[in-house]
């Protein structure tokens, strides 16, 4: 959907065109384009942009100035003071609307207000991929801070290239002898049960074997010492922001998850290093957990 169907801003338009005769018929004279003299500027020595007299005795707040960024943006006027600023003209960005070649679920619908949408979708990876960040890093250990930014919660696993290559094999096997196999009835597009991406056996075998010529294209010289077992990381509670808790009732190894504090979970990884005399160290980890998407 464009503006123009919007706003039927296109029927306007068809309607000024039709009285207008054909631009390249021989009614339309062609007139030589005008050249304007346009004079030099002339170098002089007094400006207008006058200091303050208080500036080297006044105190300065950084907040009250505008930076360099903010007057090229407005070149008419580039204020000295934030106060003085105006807000500036923006396009209209518009979204197409698709939907999936297997299920034909909508995946982004053309709507102006995001909130009127009916179907709640998210196009961005922020609010689905948990954050991993480096918390601490020590000489033989390193923290590392997992966020879980969406609304439901999930179990994330840490494995280490040889664990993931093992897993991956194997998947890939039963994948490729399940793509003789029908595929599996659609569920209706009215039902709340979650359902995951809709990926054949070959799509998701193909993309296995990238990710395992990833994961291998860079020599490790640094060992991990991952936790074995599932994280649970809890949805993101937009109430209890100021009230973080941590969940009660979860039997985890106190030596690998460091703390807890509502969707933010720090664990610990040791370090062994493998090469001492080499000066780059490298390391890596294959980082799994569990997406739904829930339709509304």
């Known amino acids: 959907m464009l503006v123009k169907d919007k706003y039927s ?24 384009p005008q050249i304007y003299k346009v004079e ?11 200091l303050d007299p208080d500036i080297f005795t006044k105190v300065l707040t950084l907040s009250n100035v505008t930076t360099i960024d903010q007057r090229i943006r407005q070149p008419e006027r580039q204020p000295v003071k934030s106060e003085d600023l105006i ?18 679920h909508n995946l982004s619908k053309p709507e102006y207000n995001p909130s009127s949408i009916k179907f709640k979708i998210h196009l961005g990876a922020f609010y689905h991929v948990p954050d991993v960040i480096i918390y601490r890093l020590a ?37 490729e ?19 995951e991406l809709c990926e054949s056996p070959a799509t998701q075998a193909a993309n296995l074997k990238s990710c395992l010529r990833n994961a291998f294209k860079e020599k490790v010289n640094v060992v991990l010492q991952l936790p074995n077992e599932p994280i649970l990381l809890p949805a993101r509670d937009d109430l209890a922001e100021y009230e973080l808790t941590a969940p009660q ?24 290093v493998i090469d001492v005399e080499l000066e780059d160290k490298r390391t890596g980890f294959v980082f799994e957990f569990g997406a739904v998407s829930y339709k509304t």
């Open 9 to 32: 801003l296109s029927a306007l338009a068809a309607r000024k065109r039709s009285g207008l005769p054909f631009a390249g018929s021989l009614g339309m004279k062609k007139e030589t």
């Open 40 to 50: 030099p500027a002339v170098a002089s020595e007094e400006t207008d942009d006058a």
């Open 87 to 104: 807000p500036i003209h923006k396009f209209l960005s518009v979204r197409r609307s698709q939907r999936c070649r297997f299920c034909e």
């Open 139 to 175: 000489r033989d250990d390193m923290q590392l801070r997992l966020c879980n930014r969406s609304q439901y919660p999930t179990h994330v696993r840490l494995l280490s290239f040889d664990q993931f290559a093992l897993i991956a094999h194997s998947k890939i096997d039963e994948l």
């Open 177 to 195: 002898r399940s793509c003789g196999e029908a595929e599996k009835e659609k569920k209706s597009a009215s039902s709340m049960v979650g359902h």
């Open 249 to 272: 009732n979860l039997k985890e190894d106190p030596k690998a998850v460091l703390w807890r504090k509502g969707n933010k979970v720090v664990i610990s990884a040791p370090l062994t």
